[in-house]
Nanobody
Framework: VQLVESGGGLVQAGGSLRLSCAAS????????MGWFRQAPGKAREFVAA???????VYAGSMKGRFTISRDNAKNTVSLEMNSLKPEDTAVYYC????????????????WGQGTQVTVSS
């Protein structure tokens, strides 16, 4: 499975961005999908995931601000980010896995190249 993220950019604090991840090379509907992020000097951290049936799970700090969704007809997963804070600045990565657990534990082998999100104060 190949994953390509888009939608990153520079936004002011309090603003919104919508990230998208386009998948190819596999049967998209069979995969759980997720988003991670990595800030400079920090470890990659889990953001959100969505299973094949549309069930979602979020990291605590993102719950209520971020929304993950998927469109199986378009082979895409999106991350709507609202009320952005400077601490949300990071490279955001899309991931695909055969199970939600593989996403949550970052043990899946399917990753995109990342898209930069910068939130200015």
């Amino acid at each position: 499975v190949q994953l390509v993220e888009s939608g990153g950019g520079l936004v002011q604090a309090g603003g919104s961005l919508r990230l998208s991840c386009a998948a190819s090379g596999g049967t998209f509907s069979l995969y759980a999908m997720g988003w991670f992020r990595q800030a400079p000097g920090k470890a990659r951290e889990f953001v959100a995931a969505i299973d094949r049936g549309g069930g979602t799970v979020y990291a605590g700090s993102m719950k209520g601000r971020f929304t993950i969704s998927r469109d199986n007809a378009k082979n895409t997963v999106s991350l709507e980010m609202n009320s952005l804070k400077p601490e949300d600045t990071a490279v955001y990565y899309c991931a695909a896995g055969l199970t939600l657990s593989a996403i949550r534990t970052a043990t899946t082998g399917y990753w995109g190249q990342g898209t930069q999100v910068t939130v200015s104060s």
